[in-house]
Structure formats: C-alpha cells, structure tokens
C-alpha cells in the first residue's frame, strides 16, 4: 500500500493503520501544498477502503480492479470547474452520497481542490458532514485550509502533508516525466510541487537571468536593472512566481547583508498592491527602484 507514491512516510503508516484497524472516519481533509501527491494518497486509501479482501488494497477483487479501470461505481471525484466548486455540483454530490453502495461495503468520495468550494457550497455540505450515512468516507483535498468554514473543518480529521524533499521531487521526475538534468533553480522553485517543476521545465534560461540579476543587485547600475526588467518582468501572469523567487534570493543573501530584510518586507508590498489591481508597469517599476536604493542607497 503506497509503495508507488513518493514522501510522506509517516501518512503512509497512518492510513496503513486505519485501514488495518478498520478505524474509518467519516471525513478527512488532506492538507499540504500543491502537487504533492495528496490526490494519489486520498485515491490509494480510498481503493484500500473499498477492497473486499483482507489483505487491502488486493488489487484482484471485483472493487480493486473497477476502481483501476475508473469503473467502481462506490468511488467518485469532484473536481472544480474553472475556479470555483458551486452549490449545484455539491447538490448533486450529495446526492450520490446518498445512494447505496454497489459493490462494496462501503462508498468513497474525493473533493480534489476543495478549497476552491463557495461558502454557499461548502454550507449544503455540511449536513452531511454532520450526519453521514455509515457506510461513506468524504476525504477533501486542499492545499489552503484557512478558506474553509470553522464548521467544517471542526467535522473533518486533518492530516498533514509535507511537501516533497528536493531527492524524492527529483525521483518523481526522473521516473514519471523522464525529466533528466533538473537545476537546483528548478528545484528551489518549485519547493516539492511536481506542477511547478514541469511549468519551470522550459523556462529554467529566464530564471537564470533573474537569478543572475539580483543575486549581484549591490554591483548593478540601476540603468541595467530598469533594462533588464522588461525580460524579467514581461509576463503579467508570472510575477508573483517570479517575485516568490526573488524572494528566495534574497532570504539566501540575508547573512551578508541585513538590509535585504527591508527588500523582502518590498516584495510582499509589492505583491499586495498587485493584488489590489494597481498598475503594474508603475508598481514593478517602484518595486525595482525601492530594493535597489535599499541595498545601494
């Protein structure tokens, strides 16, 4: 059980052990960053679950191999819809929820990215929640607790997923995306999220320029810094990737020099206008400015 599935060990050996005891709550709520395997754990335990063999999951029952086929009629996943998780996909959830198992004894059902339930759907949820009928288990996936309602993370036992190390991201790559010659770049970057290391797949030349750029900030012109901000800085959709990056840069340069504090406490200025719809040529602009003056002022 797992042993195809990278890091998180000690989850492993708990839902081993719940499986094992026959110890099933009624809902979880898988926590930790995103791309970090949650969905495969949350797939795995749930085909555990429905096994009708002793030895869980068996992968020859009936249960196991639908489940392997996308047919097991007791197991099912919600997946958002553009940006959002809506009352009436909810509505029909709970619908199925209700339905009897087929074939197995119990049914299983995954909200993947379940954060991104409005509070209107998260509030027809929380019946069931409350009052789920004996024979399912709700597991949902998300990467940001703190956009949950108090009541319904109080009705869901939470396990915690750490994201991958840089050896067990590495593998992962290496084996199931036949990724070779993976930059420590790449790796810091992405922090254990297999999606942000494939996206950074063919951009690893652009984030060799930026690191190129601000690792050497106190040796720069500012002339050649406002230039190099139109390489940098072009892609709206990127920034905040990009300033995360920097940021990282920056907390690495801390040790030499204190005054990168000022430049980081910059950054998430920066960000938070962003995300205030300021105007971005004058708000990256102020932003190259203020971290140059901070170092070189």
């Not at 990278?6 to 026959?22: M, S, V």
């Not at 979880?28 to 749930?46: Q, T």
């Not at 409350?130 to 036992?157: A, Q």
Request: charged fraction near 30%; hydrophobic fraction near 35%; aromatic fraction near 8%.
């Amino acid at each position: 059980m797992f042993n195809n599935i990278e890091g998180n060990q000690k989850n492993k050996e708990l839902l081993k052990n719940i499986i094992d005891t026959n110890n099933i709550a009624h809902s979880y709520m898988f926590v930790g960053k995103e791309s970090i395997g949650k969905l495969l754990f949350a797939k795995e335990f749930a085909k555990a679950i429905l096994c009708e063999n002793t030895e869980k999951p068996c992968n020859k029952c009936k249960s196991c191999i639908e489940f392997e086929t996308s047919n097991n009629p007791d197991f099912s996943i919600l997946e958002p819809e553009g940006t959002s998780i809506k009352i009436d996909p909810i509505r029909e959830f709970i619908k199925k929820v209700y339905e009897k198992p087929i074939v197995s004894n119990r049914k299983v059902y995954i909200i993947n990215d379940s954060n991104y339930m409005t509070k209107e759907a998260q509030n027809a949820l929380l019946k069931t929640l409350e009052e789920p009928p004996e024979y399912v288990t709700i597991v949902l996936i998300t990467s940001n607790e703190n956009m949950f309602l108090p009541t319904i993370k109080s009705r869901c036992t939470k396990i915690i997923f750490n994201k991958l190390t840089d050896v067990e991201l590495k593998e992962i790559l290496q084996k199931e995306y036949k990724y070779e010659n993976i930059s420590q770049i790449v790796l810091e970057i992405a922090d254990g999220s297999v999606k942000k290391a494939l996206n950074l797949k063919d951009r690893e030349d652009e984030y060799l320029k930026i690191n190129k750029v601000f690792e050497n900030l106190e040796k720069l012109d500012i002339i050649d810094l406002i230039t190099s901000k139109e390489q940098i800085f072009k892609n709206k959709e990127d920034v905040e990737e990009i300033l995360s990056y920097i940021n990282l840069i920056f907390f690495n340069k801390v040790k030499q020099n204190i005054k990168y504090i000022e430049c980081m406490k910059t950054i998430e200025d920066t960000k938070d206008r962003l995300s205030k719809n300021s105007n971005y040529d004058m708000t990256i602009d102020n932003f190259i400015m203020t971290v140059w003056e901070e170092i070189n002022g």
